[in-house]
């Protein structure tokens, strides 16, 4: 069985993007792959060190994560700062990994430029945590967007890199996973690019009915075709393409009819699609709630995770101590 692997910052609640991107997709995964799941608290702290937040966030993002239909018992589901082989291997890792490299990746650069003010080194060496958070449980799938590609780049660079230097096989390299006929493109409703957490542009699992609408009714469009089959335009196509992912079949090509015939009212499409969202994710917010609430549950859940994970990654951590020689005694 293949190990597949994903790891989420905590750093805001999750959107639909989040949700029929990739987690929708996770609870299928977890029948049919060994699959771990984690929350990347230590990579939030590049940006988001106030330990009132994190501890709030932590929460939020596992909550969400076990709402989705992520399940403790399929699947490994647990907080990256609760397993220390994760820290011991990105401290390693960190002597093969080479500054220039680093200061190359596309990520790092934004984030200069978008927090001056705080160039820490943990922005630098992002990268090599992330292929620490892969390599630890020796993964061959991660399941990321175009923005991770060269982060899993460098992990795979690491993993070469490592195996070559001590000369034995330690790591595999790991792929991009992809969903293939499963990927729903979740566009935002800026009629700009896809939805996302910086962006502003999203809908939330925790949104309630009102706050859906109050979006939805905001969203970017045009003041409508005024010829028939005429080509739309970003946020008109956008809205389509969220109608597609929530709503059915015949709600959507009824609308379709409509923009090609010149008769489509945006407020009515509009009202459908903020409907059919949250028949989606209003029992998804309800069950987030409660679980939310239930503090010794999600304690159970965080230290059985912290368990399996961290016995996957003792094993690694031996082979990677044998390998570098420093454990002689
Ligand atoms: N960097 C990822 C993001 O911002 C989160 C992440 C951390 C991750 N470690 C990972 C994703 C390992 C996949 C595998 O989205």
Known sequence: MKTVL?????????????????LKNFTQLQHKANCFFFIADLHSLTTHPKPE???????????????????????VLYVQSSVPEISELYALL?????????????????????????VNAGLLTYPVLMSADILIHR???????????????????????FNKMYGTPVF????????????VKIPGLDGTGKMGKSEGNGIYLIDDEKT?????????????????????????????????VVSEP????????????????????????????????????????EIYNNESYLKQVVEQGAEKARQSARATMKLVRDAMGINVF
């Open 172 to 183: 595999p390299e790991p792929q991009a996973y992809n969903f293939g006929e499963d990927l």
């Open 212 to 244: 859906i609408r109050k979006k939805v009714m905001r969203a970017v469009t045009d003041s409508g075709p005024t010829e028939p089959n005429s080509p739309m335009s970003p946020g008109t196509a956008n809205l389509f393409d969220l109608l597609s």
């Open 139 to 161: 993964a061959q799938w991660v399941p990321v967007g175009k923005d991770q590609e060269q982060h899993l780049e460098i992990a795979r660079v690491l993993a070469r890199r």
């Open 6 to 22: 994903s790891g989420i910052r905590s750093t805001g609640h999750l959107h639909l993007g989040n949700y029929f991107g990739a």
């Open 250 to 289: 015949d709600v959507v090509s009824f609308f379709k009819e409509q923009y090609d015939n010149c008769t489509i009212r945006y407020g009515d499409l509009k009202k459908q699609l903020a409907e059919d969202i949250a028949r989606h994710t209003l029992p998804i917010k309800a069950r987030i709630e």
């Open 94 to 118: 960190n002597m093969m990994a080479y500054k220039g490299e680093l200061e190359r990746t596309a990520s790092f650069k934004d984030k200069v430029r978008k927090q001056p003010e705080n």
């Open 53 to 75: 937040d994190n501890r709030k966030n932590i929460k939020i993002i596992l909550s969400e994560y076990l709402a989705s239909g992520l399940d403790p018992e399929q699947s």
